[in-house]
Antibody
Framework: EVQLLESGGGLVQPGGSLRLSCAAS????????MSWVRQTPGKGLEWVSF???????YYADSVKGRFTISRDNSKNTLYLQMNSLRAEDTAAYYC??????????WGQGTLVTVSS | DIVVTQTPLSSPVTLGQPASISCRSS???????????LSWLQQRPGQPPRLLIY???NRFSGVPDRFSGSGAGTDFTLKISRVEAEDVGVYYC?????????FGQGTKLEIK
């Protein structure tokens, strides 16, 4: 059974940093691309970042230069390092397993709140 | 960026009746590899999104056959043949043909 478990969310002040983790199990993690998607309270979904199986990355313009996606295939874990956080980064962050062009499994999400 | 627009944004439906959601993209979603990476997601209250349909019309594992997807190019449709109570939630279309991936605004399905 595929499982994705996010952690690392919490309350952080504007300008601060957080690192999110996504522990994967039930599939060969190293073989799949992964993405982070966020959802602001009461709002829709926004794709944040992508990493392929070889480590190639893409970012949404809204986070480029501030967020870094990475993976540790030995630990079956996906990361999102978030720096220079802003109020508008407040959201639930989901990791999603990607199969060529679609997200087949999603985690339960971790909530990030940026506020003073 | 590819803009994805869903209609309607809200859909009150009677149990047992059909429902339909439209998704239109600002440019063709046909990828250079020949595939069209348009998928449909369901988000029940308090739950993460769940994949229903991928590449326009392929039902994901475990998805009831009352859900179907169709379309091509820039116009796509999700249909529910007979709405059940468990179908309440928000439905999103999503394109992954081109970065940045983009989602529709969501359509809230509720029971009349």
């Amino acid at each position: 059974e595929v499982q994705l478990l996010e952690s690392g969310g919490g309350l952080v002040q504007p300008g601060g940093s957080l690192r999110l983790s996504c522990a994967a199990s039930g599939f060969t993690f190293s073989s799949y691309a992964m993405s982070w998607v966020r959802q602001t309270p009461g709002k829709g979904l926004e794709w944040v970042s992508f990493i392929d199986s070889r480590g190639g990355t893409y970012y949404a313009d809204s986070v480029k230069g501030r967020f870094t996606i990475s993976r540790d295939n030995s630990k079956n874990t996906l990361y999102l390092q978030m720096n220079s956080l802003r109020a508008e980064d407040t959201a639930a962050y989901y990791c999603a397993k990607q199969v060529l062009g679609y997200f087949d499994y999603w985690g339960q999400g971790t909530l990030v709140t940026v506020s003073s | 960026d590819i803009v994805v627009t869903q209609t309607p944004l809200s859909s009150p439906v009677t149990l047992g009746q059909p429902a339909s959601i439209s998704c239109r993209s600002s440019q063709s979603l046909v990828h250079s590899d020949g595939n069209t990476y348009l998928s449909w997601l369901q988000q029940r209250p308090g739950q993460p999104p769940r994949l229903l349909i991928y590449k326009i019309s392929n039902r994901f594992s475990g998805v009831p056959d009352r859900f179907s997807g169709s379309g091509a190019g820039t116009d796509f449709t999700l249909k529910i043949s007979r709405v059940e109570a468990e179908d309440v939630g928000v439905y999103y279309c999503m394109q992954a043909t081109q970065f940045p991936y983009t989602f529709g605004q969501g359509t809230k399905l509720e029971i009349k």
